[in-house]
């Protein structure tokens, strides 16, 4: 269960908006947080302090194709994602930068 730092954390990640809409030139997007998997853990999420805004589209559902016009989802292919929009730390980097 998050702290309650960790939940005032997450709440003012999320109100940034995604991160990858944000690059594209859309601010505002609704966005829930992402947690990084952290490699030493074996694949178990990071903590709640290590999360990206990211909208519906960059999250889950983008496939690459025409319905989603060309934008893909972390969950969909993490390689393609951080291929077009940069690894999770870069992005990481760029959000704790804009809070």
Do not use: W
């Not at 999320?14 to 990858?20: D, N, R, S």
């Not at 025409?66 to 980097?93: C, D, M, P, V, W």
């Amino acid at each position: 269960m998050a702290s309650k730092d960790e939940k005032e954390h997450m709440g003012r990640v999320a109100a940034l908006g995604c991160i990858v809409c944000y690059n594209n030139g859309y601010e505002g997007t609704p966005a829930a947080c992402h947690h990084l998997l952290d490699k030493k853990a074996m694949g178990k999420r990071s903590s709640h302090f290590e999360v990206l805004p990211l909208c519906g589209i960059h999250h889950q559902y983008g496939d690459g194709s025409a319905n989603y016009q060309g934008e893909i989802a972390i969950h969909y292919s993490k390689k393609r994602f951080e291929e077009k929009y940069g690894t999770e730390r870069e992005l990481l980097q760029q959000v704790l930068g804009m809070l």
